[in-house]
């Protein structure tokens, strides 16, 4: 079973950063796309970003590129969210989703296992 736990949400000012960190305990890096996504109250989850296992393929949302980068390090089994240029509208509770396949996937139900989430809160 594969455990996946997210870090490093927090308050920031607009225009500040963020470095989100996942890591997925007992899963296979070379096997396993890991995604992004972010939910607000009252609104459903929302893809973000997204790296396939290798790492070569990327994908972002319209509303996030150019601001966040993905990243993984499969040594140690890590996919970081760097969130620069945060906006209040960035607010939201940010979730990291990894899946059976290497290939990348925007949608939710493509995504085999979630963390507990992080809370990201930008100021204005």
């Known amino acids: 079973q594969v455990q996946v736990v997210e870090s490093g949400g927090g308050l920031v000012q607009a225009g500040g950063s963020l470095r989100l960190s996942c890591v997925a305990f007992g899963g296979t890096p070379s096997r396993s796309a890991v995604g992004w996504f972010r939910q607000s109250p009252g609104k459903e989850r929302e893809f973000v970003a997204v790296?396939?296992?290798?790492?070569?393929?990327?994908f972002y949302a319209d509303s996030v590129k150019g601001r966040f980068t993905i990243s993984r390090d499969n040594a140690v089994n890590t996919v970081h969210l760097q969130m620069d240029s945060l906006k209040p509208e960035d607010t939201a509770v940010y979730y990291c989703a990894a899946r059976d396949r290497p290939n990348t996937e925007t949608s939710v139900h493509a995504f085999d296992y979630w963390g507990q989430g992080t809370q990201v809160t930008v100021s204005s």
């Open positions: 790296v396939s296992a290798s790492g070569g393929s990327i």
